[in-house]
């Protein structure tokens, strides 16, 4: 069975602390994996990963994919307390399909 | 460009009656997907359609549920008769495959008392 799974599953931390949020998954076919943050209302996207050892950034914010290990890490630096949301990573499950698994996420609280 | 747009917002309703959601999806998107958030299970896709066409509903919970798409611009998940464990947030979103993955709608808060 397809599935994705996100560790840790909630943290705490301190304004201008870094963060590494964690994602492994074991899907058929991966094609793509993608990063969200949820605050409030919708997930807001911010990354799409499919190739190994490429790091994507934004700002504060980067990712990397590891297709050997089957896993992705969103880092975090300087976290402020804007950053305190739902990161949710998603695996597209077949090939093609464009149908992506999310896991439960992980519960970011940043501290002032 | 005005985003996905879920309505209602928030819904209250008693076991038993009929609820139906609604999304109309970024213009020209041509895929579209319907999710459920819970806090036990995350995010499950319950049904997704590409050009209008129902291709994987497998994650509908039950015939209870249902899922229309008639046209390019506007489709409704159905759940008739409701019950209390239907209660969650439902979102909708929408994509133009292959590129960025999906827009969400701000989705729609389901009670079932």
């Known amino acids: 069975e397809d599935k994705v799974v996100q560790s840790p599953l909630s943290l705490v931390v301190h304004e201008g602390d870094t963060v590494t949020l964690n994602c492994s998954y074991e899907?058929?076919?991966?094609?793509?994996l993608l990063w969200y943050k949820q605050e409030k209302k919708a997930p807001t996207f911010l990354f799409m990963l499919?190739?190994?050892?490429i790091e994507k950034k934004s700002g504060r914010l980067s990712s990397i994919l590891d297709k050997k290990e089957l896993f992705s890490i969103l880092n975090i630096t300087a976290t402020q307390t804007g950053d305190s949301a739902i990161y949710l990573c998603?695996?597209?499950?077949?090939?093609?399909?464009?149908?992506?698994?999310f896991g439960t996420g992980t519960r970011l609280k940043v501290l002032a | 460009d005005a985003g996905v747009i879920q309505s209602p917002r928030h819904e209250v309703t008693e076991m038993g009656q009929e609820v139906t959601l609604r999304c109309k999806p970024i213009?020209?998107?041509?895929?579209l997907f319907w999710y459920r958030q819970t806090m036990m299970r995350g995010l499950e896709l319950l049904i997704y359609?590409?050009?209008?066409?129902?291709?994987?509903d497998s994650g509908m919970p039950e015939d209870r549920f249902s899922a229309k798409m008639p046209n390019a611009s506007f489709s409704t998940l159905k759940i008739q008769p409701s019950e209390p464990r239907d209660s969650a947030v439902y979102f909708c979103?929408?994509?133009?495959?292959?590129?960025?993955?999906?827009?969400f709608g701000s989705g729609t808060r389901l009670t079932v008392v």
């Open positions: 359609f590409n050009n209008n066409v129902p291709i994987d």
């Open positions: 899907v058929t076919n991966f094609r793509s």
């Open positions: 998603a695996v597209e499950a077949s090939s093609g399909t464009y149908k992506y698994i």
């Open positions: 213009s020209g998107h041509n895929s």
């Open positions: 979103a929408s994509s133009l495959v292959p590129t960025r993955g999906y827009t």
């Open positions: 499919t190739s190994s050892g």
